[in-house]
């Protein structure tokens, strides 16, 4: 049994596998040191033998790669770029068996440890998200891979592990693979090493990627830039030594900092600026840090950039002061481009140390540029994961990732569209929270969904990584107990709006009912009469009684009914009597008062109780008549009001001779309609003329403007009708106004 495992594990590796894997491993062991245990190694080991000839898990993929090889490259490289850890080589190693159920989380915490557990369980959590391959360029994956993970050192294995496979496929004879690999490298695993403050990682993974992508831009920069690094580094060398010198002899206390850019990033400045290698300025950088008090930062950081400008040459345009006006986001630094020696443009960066570590503590700004919020426990993540990449002591180190927990976002979830794309909402959103995101009619007619493909219904709170389908329908509409199920202001708000404009519609289509009846009755439908209708009825608004209408919630009959016995009621009042043998009762201080001889009514009678009627606004020097309502006040109507002309039909008899004596004194409403074109300062122009008419007042303004036009209407204060004639002429004369009239 034993040779047959043996010429098993023979036939599973080739020979320059077989040299690898003994060097890997040896590697391993040399760089864990005391880490790793007997046990550990010989658990491992027999792991990966009985998985490999039990239950062929660890056979090559579809591209021909050796799942062991990798874990073991990945682990290498885990040691190399990050730290030698036990917890993350071990996962790394035995991933695989629990992923093909040959092992089970609770098998590896009585095998190895908590720790470990708790890494293979976010390695299992992550898996199915790739999936949904269409998602992995959307900014909000980033935040659920980091949901899911639990912990960030599994994020760590996978970037590493992406790193490793991106170096190991080079020459693989799949041009589509490797395309596809590249590109999620690019668009998810490099900002994820960026967001991680790997920028060693980040950049190789850049660089790979545009090699891979599009190796004969690659190749043309690669050669361009021939010097060796040894070559680099002894350039940067002899142009700091100068600089080194003078700021030494100013008594600064400072780090230099040298560096060449990467191809990718001189290759995206190329595409940027439109320009070939020559004129990227900025192919080597230099950054000098300055050790002083915020007091005497900005002098400091002034006089470092006099000495650097005067051992050489600036060049002007490419300067940039972020000290005096700081980023938005609170960069702050001095940026120039000299002409160094080798007729090389260098751009050297000066700043504080207070102002290089808020630079530092901006990478967290990479990922809410678009306008993601973030919170006070995503930059102590941040910071936190930053110690850890700057610890000196690797168990002090390791000892901060285990205790961190990337589960920053317990108040949202991200769910994916069909098509891929990830959509974040608050915790405890709904399915139909989700519908009315993706838009408002696929939310005002959502009847249920598929989720990850079994049916749901619209209250079904959604959960990270939740692939959902709405199903609509057109007889479908937002109703009142929606609002009990949608948690999104933006799905309430759009419930209520539609339930609004919804019962809005109705009420309007039950009002048009309701004057069609009076119309066929031949009756005169008055707004305060109605409303003691609809309050008699118990209605709060008129949009409730009339929508109750449409709704057969209330017969219409029943309204025209008691609407003819309340004016049955006012006419038994008059049954008897003519017009002239009303009381004119006398002004009460409820009522409004004007001139005592303003008006005569009939016979030659003054000061009686008399209300300018709304509908029509009469005003002095306006033709008028009379109406005499049941409780013997009397209305003013304008002769060529619509409603007096109705009551004259109806009401013949309480129809009384009026007509304006004296002086025009006291101030009367009037109503003007304005239409016309919707020009920048329209409205104050129309304002300007109305304050400046002696003796006229603006008491309001209601402008609705649509399609370049606007529609206005005015309500003055005037005190006679010339004085409105002149008011309109006035108006109709503003450059832009068309058309107005006096309502």
């Known amino acids: 049994m034993e040779n047959d495992s043996m010429a098993m594990m023979q036939e599973y590796f080739t020979r320059e596998e077989r040299q690898e894997l003994a060097g890997l491993v040896r590697d391993l062991k040399g760089k864990l040191g005391d880490q790793l245990s007997r046990h550990d190694i010989d658990t491992v080991h027999d792991l990966i033998e009985r998985g490999i000839t039990e239950a062929d898990i660890f056979k090559r993929d579809q591209y021909g790669l050796n799942p062991v090889i990798r874990h073991l490259r990945t682990a290498a490289t885990l040691c190399e770029s990050i730290a030698p850890d036990r917890t993350m080589v071990i996962a790394t190693m035995i991933y695989n068996l629990c992923r093909k159920d040959f092992l089970d989380v609770e098998k590896v915490r009585t095998l190895f440890d908590d720790d470990i ?60 693979f490797v395309h596809e690999i590249a590109s999620e490298s690019r668009y998810l695993y490099a900002p994820l090493a960026h967001k991680l403050g790997l920028y060693a990682i980040k950049t190789e993974l850049e660089d790979i990627s545009l090699k891979y992508l599009n190796r004969k831009v690659f190749s043309q920069i690669a050669r361009r830039l021939n010097e060796t690094k040894q070559e680099r580094d002894q350039y940067v060398a002899d142009f700091i030594k100068p600089i080194d010198q003078r700021l030494k002899e100013e008594g600064l206390k400072f ?41 005497d930062e900005k002098r400091a950081c002034w006089l470092a950039y006099s000495i650097v400008t005067d051992i050489y040459k600036a060049n002007p345009s490419r300067f940039k002061d972020w000290i005096t006006i700081p980023k938005s986001n609170g960069y702050e630094s001095l940026h120039i481009t000299v002409y160094g020696p080798g007729d090389k443009w260098v751009e050297v960066q000066i700043r504080s140390r207070r ?28 910071n936190e994961v930053r110690e850890m990449l700057e610890a000196s002591g690797q168990e002090g180190l390791m000892s901060l990732t285990r205790n961190m927990d990337t589960n920053l976002y317990n108040d949202e979830v991200f769910v994916f569209t069909p098509k891929g794309d990830l959509i974040r909402l608050p915790q405890g959103a709904t399915l139909l929270d989700f519908a009315f995101h993706i838009h408002t009619r696929v939310g005002s007619t959502c009847m249920g969904g598929k989720v990850d493909g079994k049916n749901q219904k619209i209250n079904y709170k959604l959960k990270s990584g ?36 919804r019962r809005a519609h109705l009420a309007q289509l039950a009002r048009e009912t309701l004057q069609r009846r009076f119309k066929n009755r031949k009756i005169e439908l008055d707004d305060a009469t109605m409303a003691r209708i609809i309050k008699k009825m118990g209605y709060k608004t008129t949009t409730e009684f009339y929508a109750a209408i449409q709704e057969d919630i209330i017969d219409v009959n029943t309204v025209v009914e008691q609407y003819e016995e309340i004016l049955d009621k006012q006419n038994e009042a008059i049954a008897h009597g003519t017009a002239e043998e009303f009381v004119l009762q006398q002004p009460t201080q409820q009522e409004e008062k004007f001139s005592d001889d303003i008006l005569t009514i009939g016979d030659d009678v003054k000061g009686v109780n008399y209300k300018l009627a709304r509908c029509c606004n009469p005003i002095y020097g306006d033709k008028i008549q009379g109406f005499i309502a049941s409780d013997g006040a009397i209305k003013i109507h304008r002769t060529d009001c619509k409603n007096l002309r109705h009551l004259k039909e109806r009401y013949p008899y309480r129809i009384i001779r009026t007509r304006w004596t004296g002086k025009a004194g006291s101030q009367f409403v009037a109503t003007l309609k304005v239409l016309g074109r919707d020009d920048i300062g329209i409205v104050a122009s129309i304002t300007s003329v109305i304050n400046k008419t002696e003796n006229c007042l603006l008491r309001s303004i209601n402008i609705q403007s649509q399609g370049g036009l606007f529609e206005g209407v005015l309500t003055v204060n005037v005190n006679n009708i010339t004085l409105l004639d002149d008011l309109t002429k006035k108006i109709l004369n503003i450059k832009g106004v068309k058309q107005v009239e006096r309502l």
């Open 466 to 501: 939740d692939t959902v389908e709405v199903i609509t329908s057109a007889s479908q509409s937002p109703r009142l107990d929606w609002l009990k199920i949608a948690v999104t202001s933006k799905a309430r708000n759009k419930i209520k709006n539609a339930i609004n404009e």
């Open 117 to 176: 557990a708790r890494v293979v369980h976010g390695l299992l959590n992550v898996a199915p998200l790739y999936k949904k391959q269409a998602a992995v360029e959307n900014e909000n994956f980033h935040k659920l891979l980091l949901t899911f993970a639990e912990d960030v050192r599994v994020i760590l294995i996978m970037t590493v592990d992406r790193l490793a496979l991106m170096r190991a496929i080079n020459h693989h004879p799949n041009e589509k």
């Open 355 to 382: 102002m290089d570590e808020t630079a530092e503590r901006g990478v967290a700004a990479h990922w809410r540029y678009k306008g993601i919020k973030s919170d006070g426990d995503v930059d102590k993540w941040m």
């Open 255 to 295: 780090d230099l900092k040298g560096r060449t850019k990467s191809i990718n990033s001189i290759w995206q400045k190329m595409q940027k600026q439109g320009v070939d290698l020559n004129g990227i300025y900025d192919l080597f950088a230099i950054r000098i840090i300055l050790d002083t008090t915020p007091k």
